[in-house]
DNA sequence: GTCGGGTACTTTTTT
DNA sequence: AGTACCCGAC
């Protein structure tokens, strides 16, 4: 007898909970209720199957998909302890990595590096090598990722390389390669390649990982990338138990190398495998399911499927023709201001668009209407300028052979130590085999360096050595204050010209360590850098405290709002195309705009501009090929009436509507009495909270403030960033 | 040698 | 529009 109750699942939906053990698919279309599946498969083979938590395993595609689905788990078996681990693939494979890192010649604290990292390692290999007729670097950036999604090592590369050319590539991927070893840091590739491997060679190890995988899930099984595939197939093999779900139609990373072959071929990959269709649709109003699926049965690589709700017709989507994009997006502010009028919330609208370059017109649009809104994605928290720098400086103490990280700390604040300098470091530290950190102590015995400098960096390494001694036992926010504190890096923030933005951040950065050490023990440091370098754009949503929400197509998947707007539907932005695009790519573009139209509840808005200014250019459009798939009488049109005469205008020079810079609001930054005890506050990060104690006054002036989500925090108010609310 | 300011150049989506 | 790179000033 099941404890766990299935009365609220549908008969589809019960059938994939209960299905027996083995490989299962679930093709689940958009709004079909895969998570609801997954939570309750979770929980029902726990509390009614025995599966033992540590033996159960369930990769997601975001950190935030993840931390929702144990919750929810939480919350059908009654405990919180004992749950299986949840998580993303690359965050699975870097846990497994610190286990088992000394196997691979790293160390367990090895640092993860980021896009921009990757390509400054693959500059610096070009450089090196010196070739007559190098590849630019985002070319063979590019192609190394490309071959380890494929699950391939440079060895293989180069066995299967047929040409001259691929055989230069293979060997600057070995470089690079060895040159990441020599780091003791990874890429995001290597996390899931270097584990696959591992498994491969090491049937001990594989089979220790096997056992916290006896029951293994994954979310998004139409996204995984071939190595992501064969480290599942090897995970499961042992008991087969294998349970993923996904819907073709909803692949949108090949081009990042997901490979829609996984879930087209599961049943020949897995020939005794149960499959599974959930098609009942619970999100959607009849009209909008049937507009998205009109656009995406012109997709010829897809299972047939249909998809119906017993949801209620709804309105006639709405298909609006702006003349441009400033007219396109006054559209849509004006849209949202009656909307809002009608009883609407702004939680409840979001906007989307192909490219982060799109936004820009969007935020002024807004701004001019006073709506609150928030950008998910565009560029990362993590990836600004000053958080990069710190940042850098606790990946050398938590790793001193990363000898990228140690540039960039040198450098921020500038120190006199320059490209000659560190030439001489690097120089230094292959010749004696040292770490690029251990040279840095030993510049003074260099008659090369200036002594002036020498001195500096012996400073440096000096108080650097002192703080490593002592971080085992110290909170990421003492480490964090201590490196500010010596490195005089506020001043140096403060010197710039956009200071306070700057500064902002710096206490942004402050409270996440304050937050991330509340619920760890002192020495955490690896786990927050980690942290760092995992967290995705699709992880700040809901972060927005009851604002309109502004997003790619390619942030949207998984997420729904019952107004959905999609910006920009044109003939080279949605789809975007390029000229060596082929149907292949069409056929992605179809599944994007498909994402898109399925995240919408309730009204669905298509827009699209006559002219458009991207780039810092102008030029006129073709509406988007997917807007006449969809039957004219599912939409409803508005265009302007000159729009309907056989002629375009160009655009006007003006803008269509003058709101003088004036007219913006001001940043709402309160004044102190804003915050008196007991007032409601606002946070970017936090969200909504109440202030609970002050201390101090002016420009020192602190609050303890309880926030809805992240708990009691102590601020400063110079530099939180808090905007009062009115009751 | 280092650093800041100017110029020239290129634009998808991102774990 | 934003960034990378180069060059001239300290």
């Not at 409803?636 to 005469?645: D, H």
Request: hydrophobic residues 40%; aromatic residues 8%.
């Amino acid at each position: 007898m099941p404890s766990i109750t299935l009365a609220d699942l549908n008969p589809e939906q019960r059938e994939a909970v209960l299905a027996h053990d083995g490989p299962i698919l679930i093709l689940a279309g958009a709004g079909s209720g895969k998570t609801r599946v997954l939570t309750y498969r979770i929980a029902h083979l726990l509390a009614d199957r025995g599966a033992p938590p540590e033996g159960t395993l369930a990769v997601t595609f975001t950190n935030k998909a993840a931390a929702e689905m144990r919750e929810r788990v939480s919350a059908l078996v009654g405990d919180r302890k004992h749950l299986p681990w949840v998580g993303t693939f690359h965050a699975f494979c870097a846990r497994v990595l610190r286990r088992e890192a000394h196997l691979l010649g790293y160390t367990p604290s090895f640092s993860i590096l980021d896009e921009a990292d990757a390509l400054a390692i693959v500059r610096q290999v070009l450089n090196e090598a010196n070739l007559p007729d190098p590849p630019p670097a985002e070319v063979l950036r590019s192609r190394i990722e490309q071959a380890k999604n494929e699950g391939t090592l440079p060895e293989e590369m180069a066995e299967a390389a047929t040409s001259t050319r691929e055989r230069t590539i293979a060997e600057l991927y070995r470089l690079y390669q060895q040159r990441l070893r020599e780091m003791n840091s990874m890429d995001f590739g290597d996390l899931i390649l270097l584990v696959y491997r591992l498994f491969e060679t090491d049937r001990s190890v594989l089979s220790r990982w096997q056992q916290r995988a006896q029951h293994l899930l994954v979310d998004e099984y139409q996204d995984t990338n071939h190595a992501q595939y064969l480290l599942v197939r090897a995970l499961s093999a042992a008991t087969s138990n294998l349970f993923v779900v996904g819907d073709e139609d909803q692949s949108i990373y090949r081009w990042r190398g997901a490979d829609i072959r996984n879930i087209l071929d599961f049943e020949r990959d897995y020939p005794n495998a149960l499959i599974l269709k959930l098609e009942q649709n619970y999100r959607s109003t009849k009209t909008i399911l049937a507009a998205a699926g009109a656009v995406i049965q012109n997709n010829r690589e897809r299972k047939p499927k249909q998809l119906w709700t017993e949801n209620a017709t709804g309105e006639p989507v709405t298909y609006y023709t702006a003349r441009h994009e400033r007219d396109e997006a006054e559209y849509i502010a004006r849209e949202i201001v009656r909307l809002l009028e009608q009883g609407m919330r702004p939680a409840d609208i979001v906007i989307f668009y192909r490219v982060n370059a799109q936004s820009r017109v969007l935020e002024e649009a807004l701004m001019r209407h006073r709506l609150p809104y928030y950008i998910v994605g565009g560029l990362r928290f993590y990836d600004q300028r000053e958080i990069k720098d710190l940042v850098a400086y606790l990946r050398v103490i938590a790793n001193p052979a990363d000898g990228l990280s140690l540039a960039r700390a040198i450098g921020a604040p500038p120190r006199g130590i320059g490209a000659k300098t560190l030439e001489v470091i690097a120089e230094l530290s292959a010749r004696e085999q040292i770490s690029m950190f251990e040279a840095l102590g030993r510049l003074e015995s260099e008659s090369r360096v200036a002594l002036r400098i020498a001195k500096q960096a012996s400073n440096l390494y000096s108080w650097l050595r002192e703080l490593m001694g002592r971080v085992s036992a110290m909170s990421v926010r003492a480490i964090l204050d201590q490196i500010i504190a010596r490195s005089g890096f506020e001043n140096y923030l403060a010197s710039m010209p956009d200071a306070k933005v700057r500064l902002t951040n710096l206490s942004e950065l402050l409270a996440a360590a304050d937050a991330f050490d509340a619920e760890h023990a002192e020495g955490g440091l690896g786990e927050f850098l980690e942290q760092v370098a995992l967290v995705n754009d699709a992880d700040q949503v809901d972060a927005g405290g009851g604002r309109i929400t502004l997003m790619t197509l390619h942030t949207s998947k998984g997420l729904e709002y019952p107004v959905v707007f999609i910006t920009g539907m044109e003939e080279g932005l949605c789809p975007h195309l390029r000229p060596q695009d082929n149907d292949h790519e069409i056929e992605e573009e179809r599944r994007l705009v498909y994402v898109g139209m399925t995240r919408a509840r309730r009204l669905l808005y298509l827009t699209n501009a006559l002219s458009r200014e991207l780039y810092g250019n102008r030029q006129d459009t073709i509406p988007s090929r997917f807007l006449s798939e969809i039957e004219h009488n599912l939409m409803r049109r508005i265009a302007p009436e000159y729009i309907s005469s056989s002629f375009v205008r160009p655009p006007p020079r003006e803008p269509y509507v003058d709101y003088s810079d004036s007219q913006l609001p001001e940043a709402e930054q309160g004044t102190e009495a804003d915050f008196n005890i007991g007032a409601k506050v606002y946070h970017p990060t936090f969200g909504l909270g109440v202030v609970k104690r002050r201390e101090g006054r002016g420009d020192g002036a602190k609050a303890w403030i309880a926030f809805e989500r992240g708990g009691l925090k102590l601020l400063m108010l110079k530099f939180a960033n808090l905007r009062p609310i009115a009751d």
